[in-house]
């Protein structure tokens, strides 16, 4: 038990997916800090939440889609296990 404790106590982080620089390269610093602002907020928030043990073994990665800006759709992952909150793609609208 105490094994899950101390995985679910860690903080999240943001990563990016290699396939979404390629748009981040595109965008102005202000919109790819907007981005990066809009991911570390939701790993703050994730990491208040809390993670049921089973959620954690599954690895299961759930799939959101935010709109930044309104010029911006950025999908992203939320891995519970791995404590990762990952930027997939990001296109603009």
């Known amino acids: 038990m ?3 404790e101390d ?3 860690r903080p999240f982080s943001v990563e990016v997916n290699p396939s979404a620089w390629l748009p981040v390269g595109r965008m102005s610093a202000q919109s ?3 981005v990066l602002q809009a991911l570390e907020r939701i790993a ?3 990491t208040l939440a809390p ?3 089973d959620a954690l073994r599954a690895g299961d990665h759930d799939l ?3 709109t930044v ?3 911006l759709e950025a999908r992203y992952e939320l891995d519970l296990a ?4 990952r930027l997939v793609d990001l296109s603009f609208i």
């Open 2 to 4: 105490r094994r899950f």
């Open 7 to 9: 995985r679910a106590s």
């Open 32 to 34: 790819c800090q907007q």
């Open 44 to 46: 703050e928030l994730a």
């Open 51 to 53: 993670v049921s043990p």
């Open 64 to 66: 959101f889609v935010m």
């Open 69 to 71: 800006n309104g010029t």
């Open 82 to 85: 791995a404590r990762v909150v």
